[in-house]
């Protein structure tokens, strides 16, 4: 069951869909009539995008801020499917959701990132899809925990739901980082390979937090044989009541489709022939990892050369340095790293280290 071998392909969804990959734009939140038929009408004037996405109901970290503009919205997404010829797309987290999107004749439901975490809710929706013949994409959990993604779309499957596809938004950084979700590639490329039947598709907007990059995140996404793009595009970014720092208008997001680049798409028999290409996007998606992660321990060496000059403490302290050699070096062993290596990289992360609040402190001397 689980390798979901006849989960239909994206492209039979809809007669629409025939050439991938599949487009789907629209904005973060459903606000106004006004706005969705103005962001669908310019969206639907490029011709390149098929589906038009609006949250109806926000599943939002703190109350207080806009949760959504709810049912009411439906009717202006109908208004959207008579007046352009796009398809529509509401992220849905209960069964009364999935009533009234069904009730309104939203074409694909998804289920939101923090939905997905929870298998109760999980199940709770898969119940309330049975018998019925709706695509549901079904977004990454918030923590990078590939067991409860495909765990979650294992429930609809068995419901005996055959058009599935999971939609890859990233990943909580636990330290902040230039992108707000953090891609890890390298879970992606896993689930392509484990799993060659079920379409994944890409959430550029969630994974960059700005439209800085999501041409980039977009191209990289293709570039791995992704089969489709969810990017958050507004009437006028600045005055969304959600996300309004990652939605980009009609006009750039034609910009941005109109730069990409189709020709690396591979077709879907060959498409991870290039096993060596598989393996080098894994290690590329983990050297940033660390490469973030040794910036941002230097940026903590920053702080602690101040708060020692402050205190008038030495740099050296040669019982914590003990400390590190032992606890790292055992960890290094319980992960199957060699003894010599481990030590050569802390002894040139130290060295680092110590030089780095050497300068620190020398310039707090020369400006006092
Ligand atoms: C969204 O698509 O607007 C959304 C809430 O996304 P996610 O569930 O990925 O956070
Ligand atoms: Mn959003």
């Keep these: 069951m ?22 789907i734009a629209g904005p973060c939140s459903a606000e106004t009539e006004r706005q969705v038929l103005e962001t669908a009408t310019e969206i639907a004037a490029s ?27 439906l009717k202006w997404l109908e208004k959207v499917k008579a007046e352009t010829n796009l398809l529509t797309t509401v992220e849905v987290a209960n069964p009364k959701h999935i009533e009234l999107c069904l009730k309104h004749n939203v074409d694909i439901l998804w289920i939101g990132a923090r939905t997905t975490a929870n298998p109760f ?39 005996g739901l055959r058009k599935l596809a999971a939609i890859h938004r990233g990943f909580y950084p636990f330290e902040e980082t230039y992108l707000r979700n953090i891609p890890k590639w390298e879970l992606i490329i896993e689930l392509l390979r484990k799993y060659p039947g079920l379409p994944v598709l890409s959430d550029p907007s969630h994974i960059s937090g700005s439209p800085e990059y999501i041409q980039e995140i977009s191209q990289k996404a293709l570039d791995l044989n992704i089969k489709g793009l969810m990017i958050e595009t507004h009437i006028n970014p600045e005055q969304a009541l959600s996300d309004s720092q990652q939605q980009v208008t009609p006009a750039e997001l034609d910009i941005i489709l109109s730069n990409l680049n189709y020709r690396k798409q591979l077709t879907p028999n060959s498409a991870f022939a290039d096993i060596l290409e598989q393996y080098r996007e894994k290690i590329d998606s983990i050297d940033t990892q660390m490469l973030e992660l040794l910036a941002q321990r230097m940026e903590v060496i920053d702080d602690i050369g101040k708060y020692k000059s402050e205190h008038n403490i030495t740099i050296l302290q040669l019982r914590r340095w003990e400390r590190i050699i032992q606890t790292r070096s055992k960890l290094g062993e319980r992960l199957g790293l ?14 680092e280290s110590i030089q780095k609040q050497a300068q620190i402190m020398n310039k707090i001397k020369k400006d006092i």
């Design 121 to 159: 809710s999980v199940q709770e929706l898969a119940n309330a899809l049975k018998g019925v013949d709706v695509p549901v994409m079904i977004k990454n959990p918030v923590n990078p925990d590939i067991n409860s993604w495909i765990g979650a779309i294992e429930r609809l499957y068995k419901t």
């Design 47 to 73: 011709n390149k995008v098929k589906v038009f996405r609006a949250g109806i109901w926000k599943p939002r970290t703190r109350p207080g801020s806009f949760e959504g503009i709810g049912k009411e919205g």
């Design 338 to 351: 060699n003894k010599d290596f481990i030590l050569k990289i802390l002894q040139l992360v130290h060295k």
């Design 2 to 23: 689980s390798a979901f071998k006849d989960i239909i392909p994206l492209n039979e969804w809809f007669s629409e869909f025939v050439d991938l990959p599949l487009i």
